[in-house]
């Protein structure tokens, strides 16, 4: 079922950054946005593409005091014959709906969601940057917006979609990143949100990450938040090691976000006749396979970064070198795997490349 939906163009389209290696992420926007809203007797209605701007919100609005949001990250490519791609837009849908079945936050219907990120993404397709590396970061997010401080599942819902170019994550390279594995916060319990992407587990992760930060680590190795032993993610990205041969990754417990980049990784691992493994992994395990040199190599998922080298890990005084503060042969094939399929290098031999338009 698709939405219908209006079209309201800018009458002042904005000047296009001219510099594509000064991009950054998520620091400039396109000149649209999508927008519509839900109640309980219309359902999603009111459709449109607006001049990008903001919203006006009420002051008791539910998002603002309790957190009622959910959002999606997921990229628009120039291929390299041209044409508009995203990657396995389907899967990022089936996660918003599941994000906000657990949020108590309406769902939207696959179709017609595909469908307004395609016009989207179409009408601002001149916003996307054709360097090598780069592309047009899409963030659909849903929010809950009664205009009453009750606490209950929100009757009235918006979703919104925005879109910013964003530089090369390795413009300088692809440098292995310095962890630290923490002790003391949790992102995300069972039972609680770490498998929904909700800006509530965002805002529970930032002081470790700011901790680690001062310390001069890039970001930090969760434990899971019952016996802080077993690893979840790093960062906001999923995270995977090779050892003695085999990949392990933390299996989908419930606080880990299952991530489409992680997905991938591992269908094409398995693919490659790698022996994949989806389990609870200990700290322990991981520093015992250090000490032993059976740890071969380490690096997080995610739709930012792709594929990201970890080179160091820190952990309650002990340091490890990874992979010789090196990008490992694994990692790397599944960084030019990847990125091939995306930029339409590779053969698409799985259909995970999604045609949006003929640029
Ligand atoms: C989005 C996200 C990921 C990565 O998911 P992808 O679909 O691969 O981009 C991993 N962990 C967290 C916490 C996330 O929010």
Not at 72 to 78: D, I, L, Q
Not at 179 to 188: G, K, L, M
Not at 243 to 256: D, H, R, V
Request: with cysteine.
């Amino acid at each position: 079922m698709k939405y219908d939906i209006k079209i309201f163009k800018t009458e002042t389209p904005k000047q296009k950054p001219t510099d594509e290696s000064k991009l950054g992420f998520g620091k400039i926007f396109t000149d649209h946005m999508f927008i519509m809203e839900y109640n309980k007797t219309e359902g999603w209605h009111n459709a449109r593409i607006v001049p990008f701007g903001p919203i006006p919100t009420h002051p008791a609005s539910t998002v603002l005091h309790y957190g009622a949001e959910i959002f999606e990250g997921m990229k628009a490519y120039r291929a390299v014959d041209g044409t508009i791609r995203m990657f396995r837009p389907l899967e990022n849908v089936k996660r918003l709906n599941n994000s906000a079945e657990r949020l108590c936050l309406p769902t939207i219907d696959e179709e017609g969601c595909l469908d307004i990120l395609n016009t989207l993404v179409e009408l601002e397709k001149d916003w996307i940057p054709s360097s090598v590396g780069t592309s047009l970061y899409i963030r659909p997010f849903i929010y809950g917006n009664d205009p009453h401080l009750g606490v209950h599942a929100v009757s009235n819902a918006m979703f919104v979609v925005i879109c910013s170019p964003v530089g090369a994550y390795y413009a300088q390279g692809i440098n292995p990143v310095k962890i630290a594995i923490e002790s003391e916060d949790v992102r995300a319990v069972r039972g609680g949100t770490g498998y929904a992407k909700c800006g509530g587990n965002y805002a529970a992760s930032l002081r470790a990450g700011q901790r680690a930060e001062e310390n001069g680590y890039t970001q930090v190795l969760w434990l899971d938040g019952v016996e802080r032993k077993y690893i979840e993610e790093v960062g906001a990205m999923n995270v995977m090691f090779k050892i003695g041969g085999k990949i392990i990754t933390p299996m989908l417990s419930g606080s880990i976000l299952p991530g489409i980049t992680r997905k991938s990784c591992i269908e094409l691992l398995k693919g490659w006749g790698y022996e994949v493994e989806e389990r609870l992994f200990s700290v322990d395990e991981l520093f015992e396979a250090a000490e032993n040199g059976t740890l071969e190599e380490a690096w997080g998922t995610g739709t930012a970064a792709v594929v990201s080298p970890i080179g160091q890990l820190y952990y309650k005084g002990k340091e490890y070198v990874v992979s010789g503060n090196k990008i490992g042969e694994v990692t790397q094939k599944l960084y030019d795997n990847l990125t091939g399929i995306q930029w339409g290098k590779v053969e698409d031999e799985n259909g995970w490349s999604y045609l949006v338009c003929n640029g």
